[in-house]
C-alpha cells in the first residue's frame, strides 16, 4: 500500500507555481517538488499527482492520493473527467495534464482521498511547504502546456 501526498501552489493564479509530493510506503519516504515561472493552482495541484503516480516503480500498485484539491478528487471522484474524456475535453482546462493523468490511474489501482488544506495534517503541510519553496525557487521551469491566450479565447 503507497500513500501519495500531494499539494500544487501559484503565488497569483496565474503565477510563479510550485508543487509538492510526499511518497510513503512502508519504511520508504520520498519527497519530490519543482517550480514554474508562469502556472495556475489547479495544474500545480494536478501535476503534483501526476508527479507521485509516475515516481512509482511497479504498475498494478494500490496507491491512496491524498490532495486537498477538490478539483482534482472531484474530477475522479465524480466520473466527471471520464465525461470530459469521452467528449476529448472540448472547453475544458488542463487538458494536458489531464491526457497524462489517465495513463498513470489507469496502470495503479488509485483512491483518490480529498482532505482540508492547512487544517495541521502533517504530510499535506509538508507538501504545501515543498510546493510553496519550489514556487520560489531561482530556476523555474517554463509550464510548456500553460497557455494564458487559450484561456482566454475560450472566456475561461
Given at each position: 500500500m503507497i500513500e501519495l501526498y500531494t499539494d500544487g501552489a501559484a503565488r497569483g493564479n496565474p503565477g510563479p507555481g510550485g508543487y509538492g509530493v510526499v511518497l510513503k510506503s512502508g519504511p520508504h519516504r520520498k519527497e519530490i517538488?519543482?517550480?514554474?515561472?508562469l502556472t495556475t493552482n489547479n495544474r500545480m495541484e494536478l501535476l503534483a499527482v501526476i508527479e507521485g503516480l509516475k515516481a512509482l516503480k511497479k504498475g498494478g500498485s494500490e496507491v491512496t492520493v491524498f490532495s486537498d484539491s477538490s478539483y482534482v478528487c472531484d474530477a475522479v471522484n465524480k466520473g466527471w473527467l471520464f465525461k470530459w474524456e469521452l467528449k476529448n475535453f472540448s472547453g475544458k482546462k488542463?487538458?494536458?495534464?489531464?491526457?497524462?493523468?489517465?495513463?498513470?490511474?489507469?496502470?495503479?489501482?488509485?483512491?483518490?482521498?480529498?482532505?482540508?488544506?492547512?487544517?495541521?495534517?502533517?504530510?499535506?503541510?509538508?507538501?504545501d511547504y515543498l510546493a510553496v519553496e519550489a514556487s520560489k525557487g531561482t530556476t523555474l521551469k517554463i509550464d510548456k502546456g500553460y497557455n494564458r491566450e487559450t484561456e482566454l479565447s475560450l472566456g475561461l
Open positions: 517538488s519543482d517550480g514554474f515561472e488542463n487538458i494536458d495534464l489531464w491526457l497524462k493523468f489517465l495513463p498513470l490511474y489507469r496502470k495503479h489501482k488509485v483512491k483518490m482521498v480529498w482532505i482540508k488544506g492547512h487544517a495541521g495534517h502533517l504530510e499535506n503541510e509538508r507538501c
